[in-house]
């Protein structure tokens, strides 16, 4: 069973950055093989979409409320991938949860949660005004 941990998270004033890490262990099979996404939850609503990596890494998505703040990046030797966060919102407060799609054929990016095989216990994220 694959095993995500995110760290990185906590509490922040609006404008200032975060940077969310997700390592990846139990591996049935090698890193480079999952696609790779953050989601996010906030009180009472559902889980969204933030950011997705392809398995290679060559392709990124972006959800259109974090375009040009967040980053999403992987690093395969080290099974870990990041989510910087730059200016950021109340908005943004939620749970963030790290997610792998084994997708082992594919080079496109996923974002949609039901792709994902894997996920993450989340951790809390909170902007203040």
């Given amino acids: 069973q694959v095993q995500l941990v995110e760290s990185g998270g906590g509490l ?5 950055s ?3 890490s997700c390592a ?10 999952y696609a790779m996404g953050w989601f996010r939850q ?5 889980r969204e979409f933030v ?11 972006y959800a259109d409320s974090v375009k040009g703040r967040f980053t999403i990046s992987r690093d395969n030797a080290k099974n870990t991938v990041d989510l910087q966060m730059n200016t950021l919102k109340p908005a943004d407060t939620a749970v963030y949860y790290c ?12 974002s949609r949660p ?5 996920w993450g216990q989340g951790t809390q994220v ?3 005004s």
């Fill in 12 to 16: 922040v004033q609006a404008g200032g």
């Fill in 18 to 20: 975060l940077r969310l």
């Fill in 24 to 33: 990846a262990s139990r591996l049935t099979f090698s890193f480079s093989m």
């Fill in 42 to 46: 906030a009180p009472g609503k559902e």
């Fill in 51 to 61: 950011a997705a990596v392809s398995r290679t890494g060559s392709s990124t998505d």
């Fill in 99 to 110: 997610a792998a799609d084994f997708f082992p054929s594919g080079t496109a990016t996923r």
């Fill in 114 to 118: 039901h792709d994902y095989d894997y």
């Fill in 126 to 128: 909170t902007v203040s």
